[in-house]
């Protein structure tokens, strides 16, 4: 009995999750590429830029960003790093490449590149959210540079600001 208490507890703890960072997202894209940008806000930023700006002054030397990638973003790889890739309705998971961290003003910057060469010619959907509530991710259309067309709609996935690009 006190084991079902217990699951009961923790599956109504989830309901009531809520995000605890924000991330602005922008898009550079094209045919063949996908450059995704991360700006993680106020809260998070700060601890983000403390515990990887070893030398604090405010660039972050290849040493610090492979540090990062380590300890922080390939973790997100569990996450399909809160960009999920549909091509011809089939998931396909990510190998972002070419990390780069920044720091703009009091906030930490993230960005890293997407190779869609091998998708080209082909129906492509591009999500972004987290499943963890952990996150909240936000995209608007002036966030977005592309070379192609697309439609932008909120996704209503019970996740907090569901995004999907869908390239026509």
Same mark, same amino acid.
């Given at each position: 009995?006190?084991?079902?208490?217990?699951?009961?507890?923790?599956?109504?703890?989830?309901? !009531?999750?809520?995000?605890?960072?924000?991330?602005?997202?922008?898009?550079?894209? /094209?045919?063949?590429?996908? /450059?995704?940008?991360?700006?993680?806000? &106020?809260?998070?930023?700060?601890?983000?830029?403390?515990?990887?700006?070893?030398?604090? /002054?405010?660039?972050?030397?290849?040493? &610090?960003?492979?540090?990062?990638?380590?300890?922080?973003? %390939?973790?997100?790889? $569990?996450?399909?790093?809160?960009?999920? #890739?549909?091509?011809?309705?089939?998931?396909?998971?990510?190998?972002?490449?070419?990390?780069? #961290?920044?720091?703009? %003003? %009091?906030?930490?910057?993230?960005? !890293?590149?997407?190779?869609?060469?091998?998708?080209?010619?082909?129906?492509?959907?591009?999500?972004?959210?987290?499943?963890?509530?952990?996150?909240?991710?936000? #995209?608007?259309?002036? $966030?977005?540079?592309?070379?192609?067309?697309?439609?932008?709609? &909120?996704?209503? %996935?019970?996740?907090?600001?569901?995004?999907? #690009?869908? !390239?026509?």
């Amino acid at each position: 009995m006190s084991k079902i208490c217990v699951c009961l507890l923790v599956c109504a703890c989830s309901v !009531f999750a809520h995000p605890h960072t924000f991330i602005t997202v922008s898009l550079d894209l /094209n045919e063949t590429d996908m /450059n995704v940008r991360w700006l993680f806000d &106020e809260m998070t930023s700060q601890s983000l830029l403390e515990d990887f700006d070893a030398d604090r /002054n405010g660039i972050f030397s290849p040493k &610090e960003t492979e540090t990062f990638q380590k300890e922080v973003f %390939n973790d997100l790889k $569990q996450f399909s790093f809160f960009t999920h #890739l549909k091509v011809s309705g089939k998931s396909i998971p990510l190998k972002p490449t070419r990390l780069f #961290l920044w720091r703009e %003003n %009091n906030a930490f910057g993230v960005e !890293f590149h997407v190779d869609l060469k091998p998708y080209v010619h082909q129906k492509k959907a591009i999500g972004f959210w987290d499943e963890s509530f952990l996150c909240a991710l936000s #995209l608007e259309k002036e $966030q977005i540079r592309s070379s192609v067309k697309y439609t932008l709609k &909120e996704v209503d %996935n019970a996740y907090y600001y569901g995004y999907l #690009l869908e !390239f026509l």
